[in-house]
């Protein structure tokens, strides 16, 4: 008999695997591009903005308070005139490296692969009336 697998909580939800868990933690359309362009450092609310396109300010503001109470990143105020705010990864952010990294080459290999096979499929010579 199977002993029951536990269950994983987070923010009053509960997940049944921690790759669940993980997943919910950085899924969505922008965090997990937000995460990407944080892995070479700092930037500044208006660098995040810049640097991703289609985002819109409330959307990008959401997803980097989710990522910031999730531990995933960190916000940093400055007092300054207009106040400066800075986002970097946490250690517990900085974890995600090697799994971002892998999903990134997986991507690559996957776009390469299907592209491949789509042009083969596309340049596909029609069959012959002797072939039919």
């Not at 899924?27 to 990407?36: E, H, L, N, Q």
């Not at 503001?61 to 986002?87: C, F, M, W």
């Amino acid at each position: 008999m199977k002993t029951p697998s536990p269950f994983y909580e987070f923010n009053g939800k509960t997940y049944q695997c921690p790759i669940e868990l993980s997943i919910a933690l950085f899924a969505g359309r922008w965090k997990s591009t937000i995460i990407y362009k944080l892995l070479d450092g700092k930037k500044r609310y208006g660098e995040l903005k810049k640097l991703i396109e289609g985002i819109n300010h409330k959307v990008l503001a959401e997803q980097l308070r989710d990522l910031e109470a999730s531990g995933i990143i960190a916000r940093h105020v400055y007092p300054t005139n207009p106040p400066k705010v800075e986002y970097e990864l946490t250690p517990l952010g900085e974890g995600l490296r090697p799994a971002i990294d892998h999903l990134q080459q997986w991507g690559l290999q996957f776009q390469a692969e299907h592209s491949k096979a789509k042009s083969a499929t596309i340049n596909c010579p029609e069959l012959t009336q002797e072939q039919k």
